[in-house]
């Protein structure tokens, strides 16, 4: 689950879990050359982390904690990755730029992103069944964090770029 | 270069050049769903050796000696590869399957391969620019290779296996 959140709630973080790395993100979103992602619910994604990742989204299985299908593969180099796609007729149509701080809080990963255009966010993932679910919904009441965001980093910088472009 | 040889052409072989190592190599090919690759003279292949890559192949840029422009890329997992694929509409539609003996002349990299319902073949490489067809071509000459195949592997089996159905 995600949130927006401020300083303070970071700092609280920062007290309570424990840092286990830093990382910046290059996420490359692909364009399906026949198939429309954004009517179907599926990405493809290229992540330039501190490895490179491929990534299939399917549709969103739960709307309330955004869980997915997903099918990831490590690559050797993104760029390459991307020509491949390029030349399948893949467009890469947006790129998602991200600082993030990764915490270990007991069974939950935690990660503050600080997201290039749009600010600071909270993301709570426990690893395992979607049963699990429950406890990532209790430990966001614990913190005091409301109105989660379903929508995802790209889904919000798309949605920010048209709002720019209707200014 | 590429070309069908019998027992004494490969002992030969055995002989004169240094050998590298021996692989057993299976390669899917993927249709793309909505270009015509059989048309477009493309592919898109995953390959297990020794190592794991997806390789785009654009059309032959020299019908002689089939060059074809590339980008490929090393992947983790093959299966998980393919997987993602199908799940963005390609289709496996053919597997070769080959036991590939690779030995180093000079500057040649030379491949025997053993190829799965086709016999067996050599292929004879030399790394760098396109002008060094040439030297290719005189080597061939040497080792009185005649009749170079121009066609993949894979075409050959997709011929043998249209052959097989017709009898």
């Known amino acids: 689950m995600k949130f927006r959140i401020g300083?303070?709630?970071?700092?609280?973080?920062?007290?309570?879990?424990?840092?286990?790395?830093?990382?910046?993100?290059?996420?490359?979103?692909?364009?399906h050359p026949c198939r429309d992602f954004l009517k179907?619910?599926?990405a493809l994604?290229?992540?330039?982390?501190?490895?490179?990742?491929?990534?299939?989204?399917?549709?969103r299985v739960d709307e309330e904690?955004?869980?997915?299908?997903?099918?990831?593969?490590?690559?050797?180099?993104?760029?390459?990755?991307?020509?491949?796609?390029?030349?399948l007729g893949f467009d890469v149509f947006a790129k998602v730029s991200k600082l993030r701080?990764?915490?270990?809080?007991g069974?939950?990963?935690?990660?503050?992103?600080?997201?290039?255009?749009?600010?600071?966010f909270?993301?709570?993932e426990v690893?395992?069944?979607l049963k699990d679910r429950e406890k990532v919904l209790n430990l966001a009441e614990d913190l005091g964090l409301k109105d989660p965001i379903t929508k995802s980093y790209l889904e919000l910088i798309l949605e920010s770029n048209v709002n720019t472009n209707h200014v």
Do not use: N, Q, W
């Not at 300083?7 to 364009?31: G, N, Q, R, S, T």
């Not at 904690?65 to 991307?82: I, M, S």
């Open 7 to 31: 300083k303070d709630l970071k700092e609280k973080i920062e007290e309570i879990a424990e840092f286990v790395m830093e990382v910046f993100e290059e996420d490359y979103y692909l364009l």
């Open 40 to 42: 179907t619910d599926e």
């Open 45 to 59: 994604r290229v992540r330039k982390s501190d490895r490179f990742y491929l990534t299939y989204k399917g549709p």
């Open 65 to 87: 904690t955004k869980t997915r299908d997903e099918v990831e593969v490590e690559v050797k180099d993104p760029y390459r990755t991307l020509e491949i796609f390029k030349r």
């Open 101 to 105: 701080r990764i915490y270990r809080l």
């Open 107 to 120: 069974e939950f990963k935690i990660c503050i992103d600080d997201v290039e255009g749009l600010g600071e």
């Open 122 to 124: 909270i993301e709570i």
């Open 127 to 129: 690893e395992g069944e």
